[in-house]
């Protein structure tokens, strides 16, 4: 399996630190929102490459944390007259509500920043007794230059980035001994939640969480650490400077970065109005779709979202779930019968395209390869199975193309949604079973529409009822 290394540019074999085991880490989203189309990337990318390990029979520790204190958290908090732990806990629910329906596995552990305070302290006093972090005026900073592999990730030299930060040298404001260095923790603003440490009362700077979280539940050294190519710097090359400062030892092996999500061939932005939430697709289609048009791409590439890319997304998604409709419904009618020599033929061809999928996964995630194997197994069972087909060719085929799907995330087994018809005639099979005082059968097919997402309403004018 081939991984390609922000750090070293180059697509690597990958060898776990530990055999059979995966250390991994994601940067998670900063919870002031619902997410949106370009959050939910890295999600379905790197759940992606976790159930592809895992699929290979690597057991993955896999890390992903909330941001969950923050500048852009307070002011909603402040806007709406809560405390910024409220405004954190809602949307950590709803991020959480998100990767559910895009079918993201939840993580092996969530930690949040607000709940591993103790072992920032503990980090940051490490690094200024190490000399590679000082305090002024109740804020410490990491001195950067100490740091003689700063700028490895992001492949910076130093005097660069220094002469590109002379501007902010010149407004004599700056109280650091190096406009290089960054904060690990600052005191707090009126109105600000703070945290008790020997410099003030205060809070973490970013970047520092991770270095945190990600050694408290992974160890000193980790396989892969992930995320945006946004946060390759300075947010990952600060990490790397704070960990291996502070352990004395390599931080991650593997750096991986997916690319960015823009809309309509433009960057993604609020203020421009070329913004959507995942919630605002979600009232347009399932969001299975769009974790197929995402993984329809390679990680790396820039993708564009529009209108047209999530209808085709949509359409190809289809052929692939009716071709395992068909099949389920063959199955029902085939026969337990010897497999003719095309059948033996057509398995083979299946297995070579399962093959191909698997050195697709293999060659740095090319799930737009991947996916294309699928679609070459849908073609043959399209073209080659039917009614006359032996039950065990139509069994391996739809297993085939199930076992793949599965280990992209997009699931198969499609729930049957409710006719309108069958509603109405539940809603007055319910309705006779009440007059007849069944409550009984009245309350159990309530249950059951509810199940389906068909909420009743029972007014004075009669029954109403409408999809959740
Ligand atoms: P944030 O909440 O901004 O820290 O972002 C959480 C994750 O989403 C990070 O890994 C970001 O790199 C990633 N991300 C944010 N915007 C986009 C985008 N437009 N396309 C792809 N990834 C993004
Ligand atoms: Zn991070």
Request: hydrophobic letters at 35%.
């Amino acid at each position: 399996m081939k991984i390609y290394n922000t750090l070293t540019k180059k697509k690597e074999e990958f060898i776990p630190l530990e055999e059979g085991k995966v250390r991994m880490y994601v940067c998670g989203p900063t919870v002031y929102n619902l997410i949106h189309i370009g959050n939910a990337r890295p999600m379905i990318v790197f759940d992606t490459v976790r159930r592809y390990m895992e699929h290979k029979g690597l057991e993955v520790n896999f890390v992903s944390n909330f941001t969950d204190v923050d500048d852009k958290i307070i002011k909603r908090a402040n806007e709406e007259g809560i405390e910024a732990g409220e405004v954190a806990k809602r949307y950590i629910e709803e991020c959480k509500k998100d990767m559910a329906a895009l079918n993201v596995k939840p993580a092996t552990k969530h930690p949040l920043a607000t709940e591993e305070i103790g072992g920032m302290l503990e980090m940051i006093s490490h690094l200024i007794e190490k000399g590679y972090a000082y305090e002024k005026n109740g804020t410490v900073y990491f001195r950067t230059r100490k740091f003689k592999e700063y700028g490895k990730l992001s492949h910076k030299n130093l005097d660069d980035l220094q002469s590109g930060n002379r501007s902010l040298l010149v407004t004599g404001s700056d109280e650091k001994e190096d406009s290089l260095d960054f904060v690990l923790w600052k005191p707090k603003k009126e109105g600000e939640p703070a945290w008790e440490s020997p410099w003030s009362d205060g809070r973490p700077g970013w970047h520092i969480e991770c270095s945190v979280m990600s050694k408290k539940y992974l160890g000193d050294q980790i396989d892969i650490h992930a995320g945006g190519e946004d946060l390759v710097f300075p947010h990952h090359e600060n990490e790397i400077a704070q960990s291996e400062a502070a352990n004395g030892k390599e931080f991650a092996r593997y750096w991986m970065h997916n690319g960015f999500l823009n809309i309509d061939n433009k960057k993604m932005s609020k203020s421009a109005g070329n913004f959507f939430t995942v919630r605002d697709i979600a009232e347009k289609y399932d969001l299975q779709v769009l974790r197929f048009f995402m993984l329809s791409a390679h990680y790396r590439s820039p993708l564009n979202f529009s209108a047209d890319l999530m209808e085709a997304a949509k359409n190809g998604l289809d052929r692939i779930l009716t071709a395992v409709s068909k099949l389920k419904l063959l199955l029902e009618n085939s026969k337990e019968i010897e497999l003719t020599e095309e059948e033996k033929t057509l398995l083979e061809r299946v297995h070579k395209l399962e093959e191909k999928f698997d050195n697709a996964m293999d060659d740095d995630f090319n799930t737009a390869d991947a996916i294309s194997a699928i679609f070459e197994i849908v073609k043959e069972s399209n073209s080659h199975l039917n009614e006359n087909s032996s039950k065990e060719v139509v069994t391996k085929v739809k297993e085939s193309i199930e076992s793949l799907c599965d280990i992209l995330g997009i699931i198969t087994e499609k729930e049957e949604e409710l006719l309108d018809s069958d509603i109405e005639s539940l809603i007055e099979e319910r309705q006779l079973a009440r007059k007849n005082k069944d409550f009984k059968r009245a309350d159990a097919i309530r249950e059951e529409l509810l199940q389906k997402g068909i909420i009743l309403e029972d007014t004075r004018q009669g029954v109403t009822w409408k999809r959740a």
